[in-house]
Each structure stands twice: as C-alpha cells, then as structure tokens.
C-alpha cells in the first residue's frame, strides 16, 4: 500500500508559472523527500524536510511540511520547460531506510 | 562517479523464463532497494538489503529472489517470469550516515513478459 497520496495526478503550466503539488501521508514520518523522474530515468531526489521542520527551500524549490494534517507540499517557481517531469513524494519512517513513495505528479511546462 | 548502475536496460523474456538483473553502486552504501514501477502506481518495494549477505522482504516480494553477495551489488532474479511481471525495475542504493537516508536511483530495467 501506499503511504503518500499525491494531487493533482497531473499538471500543465506555462513556462514562468508557478506549479504546486500536494502529498498526504498516514503514518508518523521521520521525513519527508520529494524526487523528480524525467521521462524513461531514474528518480533523482529534489529535497528533504525532517519531521521537525516547517518549511525548506532549495534553489526555485519550495517544501512545506505540515506534520499534523500529514500533508506536505512542492512549490516550483518560475518554472522552466526542463521542469517537465513526475514528481513523487517519499515518506521515511524509519524503518531500515525504507521509503514509501506516491503515486506521482505528472508536470507539463509548456514554452 | 558512475553512482547506481542496472545492467540489463531492457529485456524481453517469455512466461517461465528466468533472468537476473543486477545493480552495482560504487558509492559504499549499506542500503541497497529494488523496486517495480507500474504505471499509475509509484515505486513498489520488492527486496531491500541493510548489509552484505543480508536481505528482507519488502512490500510485493512474491515471484522474486535477491542476493547480496558482495557490499556493491544487489541481485535481482525471476525464477518463472510471469506477464503480471511485466514492469520497469529501479535499484537504489543509500547510505546509513547522517541519518538522511536518501536512495540514489539507477537508470531502471524495462522488462516485458510475453
């Protein structure tokens, strides 16, 4: 099973535009990791926030942890065609490393 | 740095074949994770391994085996490939320092049961 949900299954932006995607989790997490997939790659990650942080940024990446509604969120701004991509939330809880990941956000940027 | 790297890239096998995919890293990292990715569906645990000659059973561990004979390469294999075995399969590797357990990917195996 599946321990992050992730929404909107897809989105499509216009280059410039900023794009948000939405994970939920059940379980306690000891963190929470966003990976990016380009299409017929591998997963690279993107950022990690620990259960004891609000907020991370990374370059045009934004990460926001909200422990008690288990709910986390990806804020892209001023998004690029090369943004195109899946994006999966992963939850660690701690158990010998293991994560659990969503389903994934399909991103579009258009030019 | 080659980092994480699966060899096949792709194969096609026909219901009851065996194969074995293998992912070597060269990152010195304890964990190592192999996965089935299925469309609509995220990454699926199928083994994971903590250490060299150790390995558990992750969440869809049916249908496949695993080995960790050596601290860089983790073994994937399909004893009687079936067509639900029909997947793209990604390795991963990570490290037990500094408590971040962040996996670094291989490229993935597409592999298509007939």
């Known amino acids: 099973s599946q321990q992050g949900e992730e929404d909107p299954q897809a989105l499509s932006i216009q280059e410039g535009e900023n794009a948000t995607m939405n994970c939920s989790y059940k379980?306690?997490?000891?963190?929470l990791q966003w990976y990016r997939q380009n299409s017929g790659r591998g997963l690279v990650h993107l950022i990690l926030i620990r259960s004891n942080e609000r907020e991370k940024h990374s370059g045009r990446l934004r990460v926001t942890l909200d422990t008690s509604k288990k709910s986390s969120s990806l804020l892209i701004t001023a998004s690029r065609a090369a943004d195109t991509a899946s994006y999966f939330c992963?939850?660690?809880?701690?158990?010998?490393?293991?994560?659990?990941f969503g389903a994934g956000t399909q991103v579009v940027v258009t030019p | 740095n080659a980092g994480v790297t699966q060899t096949p890239k792709f194969r096609v096998l026909k219901t009851g074949q065996s194969m074995t995919l293998l992912c070597a890293q060269d990152m010195n990292h304890e964990y190592m994770y192999w996965y089935r990715q299925d469309p609509g569906m995220g990454l699926r645990l199928i083994h994971y391994s903590v250490g060299e000659g150790t390995t558990a059973k992750g969440e869809v561990p049916d249908g496949y085996n695993v080995s960790r004979l050596k601290k860089q390469n983790f073994l994937l294999g399909l004893e009687s490939a079936a067509p639900s075995q029909t997947s793209v399969y990604f390795c991963?590797?990570?490290?037990?320092?500094?408590?971040?357990?962040?996996?670094?990917f291989g490229a993935g195996t597409r592999l298509s049961v007939l």
């Open positions: 992963a939850t660690d809880a701690g158990s010998w490393g293991k994560l659990q």
């Open positions: 991963a590797s990570s490290s037990v320092l500094l408590a971040k357990n962040i996996q670094y």
């Open positions: 379980t306690s997490i000891n963190n």
